[in-house]
């Protein structure tokens, strides 16, 4: 399992237009927040525009309240004189060995699945068996690290071409990633979003959901056509709980079930080819 190394921060932002940016990102007035934390809208409103300056344990509260991620609360910090609480390791780091053997653990036990587990934008941390084995054909050149999921499943020398519900699916990554934009303000996410969406759909005769099943209101599926017809799987998402460590945060395993008995079947089947392959390898 590999990681690129972690990112530093090349400018820091003015603690007031920091703070404010997220509050308003997260449709809050200055008394909605100050209520949160207990302070006074004027002590907000200084802090905001410079006239005081937040202690450590301020800046974190506010940080709180405003739910922001734990790469965004060392900002904060920085911005305001003060050292960074939060650690930012490589997966790599002894220190993170458990957890980093608690994602092989899922990933492995979720065979004859596919699942993978990726970083905060999307890029390929690590797979199961039964994921790699669904993009063996893809373009070489999607798979040169970093490995970003999202292209490598619209990108017309990706999967797309074996997508079967292409348009539906599109519209479900770019609505995730829209929420994820919302939530941490992410310029390479949001810059992401529109790289997705300037991706031509495939040039097939059917480009909709199988027929036979109905599952709106419900998932959206991705419908994938392999050697063993057409799997219809959902996905789930799985995070650390009680993160202290920035990488870890941004952590997340993306497994998928069959969404139907024939799915299951297929899997199987598949699972079963790669066995062989490897007695006879």
Do not use: C
């Not at 937040?54 to 920085?78: F, G």
């Not at 997966?91 to 458990?98: K, T």
């Not at 939530?183 to 949001?190: E, F, M, N, S, V």
């Not at 050697?227 to 993306?254: H, K, N, R, W």
């Amino acid at each position: 399992m590999k990681t690129a190394s972690p990112q530093t921060v090349n400018s820091t932002p003015h603690l007031g237009d920091f703070l404010r940016e997220w509050r308003q990102r997260r449709r809050m007035s200055q008394m909605d927040l100050a209520l949160e934390a207990e302070i006074s809208t004027r002590h907000l409103s200084f802090l905001e525009t410079g006239r005081s300056q937040p202690s450590r344990e301020m800046v974190l509260l506010l940080a709180e309240k405003l739910d922001m991620p734990l790469r965004e609360r060392n900002i904060m910090l920085v911005s305001a004189g003060y050292a960074p609480v939060y650690s930012q390791r490589s997966l790599d780091d002894p220190a993170l060995a458990s957890m980093r053997q608690a994602v092989d653990l899922v990933l492995r036990g979720h065979d004859p699945y596919p699942a993978l587990a990726v970083d905060r934008h999307w890029s390929l941390v690590s797979a199961n068996d039964a994921l790699v084995s669904l993009i063996g054909d893809v373009d070489p050149a999607l798979m040169k690290p970093p490995v970003n999921v999202l292209r490598l499943s619209i990108h017309p020398a990706g999967l797309a071409r074996r997508i079967v519900n292409f348009t539906e699916w599109r519209n479900h990554l770019v609505h995730r990633l829209r929420g994820q934009v919302d939530a941490t303000g992410d310029a390479a996410l949001a810059a992401l979003i529109e790289e997705l969406r300037s991706y031509p759909t495939p040039d097939a005769a059917a480009r909709g959901p199988k027929a036979g099943h109905d599952y709106a209101g419900i998932v959206v599926p991705l419908q994938l056509l392999t050697e063993e017809g057409v799997l219809t799987l959902f996905s789930t998402t799985t995070i650390f709980g009680t993160p202290v460590d920035v990488t870890l945060s941004e952590l997340a395993i993306e497994a998928f079930f069959p969404a139907d008995p024939e799915t299951v079947a297929a899997l199987g089947r598949l699972a079963e080819k790669r066995r062989a392959a490897a007695v006879a390898g």
